[in-house]
């Protein structure tokens, strides 16, 4: 149980186009799905969290125009990188939590994005 | 917000010996601390985790244990396998339903056979 699937899992894009990547819980509802980012041998850096039906609410330094989130459904959230530029290739990963508080994460195969 | 540090960032160990992976938190309302295996180019998988009540869990050859006075926590592989190689992550949250998890920098753990 507590399937996260996520696609595509590798896109490459020019520059100056946008991208979508999706984020589906195929098991359970999730309320509030995480998005994160991660460059080549580093941490996962948490972009924002998506909550269903609302905002989306974003860390620090990280550009809600730029990242759009949309989270339409209990199982379903998507994040649209705009205007796509180099600096954006990585890997970005969502991730959910099928129970809520104290229970682990469960994340997507991630997405690799290159951006030429 | 929450801030995670995990050490050492390297961490090379024979086939067979154990290997310790340590972290601290900031925040004192984090009650939650998974500890997650990610392959390359592959999504964490979660390996273990331990809540605020609990000092110490086990399983098979992993371990984790917890001071929360302190605020560290710790991952302990024992009788270490080549198949042990990868980068392991901690992670602190407060569990609360929505609420962020924010990772250590990660470990990357070799095990040579």
């Known amino acids: 149980g507590a399937v996260v699937s996520q696609h595509p899992s590798r896109v490459i894009c020019k520059s100056g186009t946008s991208v979508k990547i999706e984020c589906r819980s195929l098991?359970?509802?999730?309320?509030?799905m995480f998005w994160y980012r991660q460059f080549p041998k580093q941490s996962l850096m948490l972009m924002a969290t998506?909550?269903?039906?609302?905002?989306?609410?974003?860390e620090q330094g990280v550009e809600k125009d730029k990242f759009l989130i949309n989270h339409a459904s209990l199982t379903l959230s998507t994040l649209t990188v705009t205007s796509a530029h180099p600096e954006d290739s990585s890997f970005y990963i969502c991730s959910a939590s099928s129970q809520g508080g104290n229970s682990p994460l469960h994340f997507g195969n991630g997405t690799r994005l290159t951006v030429t | 917000g929450e801030n995670v540090e995990q050490h050492p960032s390297t961490l090379s160990v024979q086939e067979g010996d154990s290997a310790v992976i340590k972290c601290t938190y900031s925040d004192s309302a984090s009650n939650y601390f998974p500890w997650y295996k990610q392959e390359l180019g592959k999504r964490p998988q979660l390996i273990i985790d331990?809540?605020?009540?609990?000092g110490e869990k086990k399983d098979q050859r992993i371990a984790v244990t917890l001071n929360k006075t302190a605020k560290h926590f710790s991952l302990h592989i024992t009788e270490t396998q080549p198949e042990d190689s990868a980068v392991y992550f901690c992670?602190?949250?407060?569990?609360?339903?929505?609420?962020?998890?924010?990772f250590g920098t990660g470990t990357s753990l070799t095990v040579i056979p």
């Open positions: 998506s909550n269903e039906g609302s905002k989306a609410t974003y």
């Open positions: 331990i809540r605020s009540n609990v």
């Open positions: 098991d359970f509802q999730a309320t509030t």
């Open positions: 992670a602190a949250s407060r569990g609360n339903t929505g609420n962020q998890f924010y």
